[in-house]
Nanobody, 124 residues
Framework: QVQLVESGGGLVQTGASLTLSCAAS????????MGWFRQAPGKEREFVAL????????YYGDHMEDRFAISRDNDKNTLSLQMNSLKPGDTAVYYC?????????????????WGQGTQVTVAS
């Protein structure tokens, strides 16, 4: 059974930092590009970041690279997203995702598995 379990979300103030984690099981983690989407209330799910199987290539959604950093540990089957200088506009549910391919143009249709999501709320 495939499981992607996110953690690390919460309520923070503007300017704070958070690190999200995703623990994967039931998949050959090291063979899959992994990444993050987010969905704010009333909005479409938005691509945040992707990292290739080896962790050597990363892609980010529009304007994400300035403040976000994605990383992975293939020995521990974990994925992370470091988020800095958080803004109220970053408030969303953040979803861990396993992808079919590594590309800067991935969409939701490229996701093979989803996590259940973790809420990030940034107060002004």
């Amino acid at each position: 059974q495939v499981q992607l379990v996110e953690s690390g979300g919460g309520l923070v103030q503007t300017g704070a930092s958070l690190t999200l984690s995703c623990a994967a099981s039931g998949i050959t983690f090291s063979r899959l590009p992994m990444g993050w989407f987010r969905q704010a209330p009333g909005k479409e799910r938005e691509f945040v970041a992707l990292i290739n199987r080896l962790g050597s290539i990363t892609y980010y959604g529009d304007h994400m690279e300035d403040r976000f950093a994605i990383s992975r540990d293939n020995d521990k089957n974990t994925l992370s997203l470091q988020m800095n200088s958080l803004k109220p506009g970053d408030t969303a549910v953040y979803y861990c995702a396993a992808f079919k391919r590594a590309s800067p143009e991935v969409t939701k249709s490229d996701v093979t598995y989803w996590g259940q999501g973790t809420q990030v709320t940034v107060a002004s």
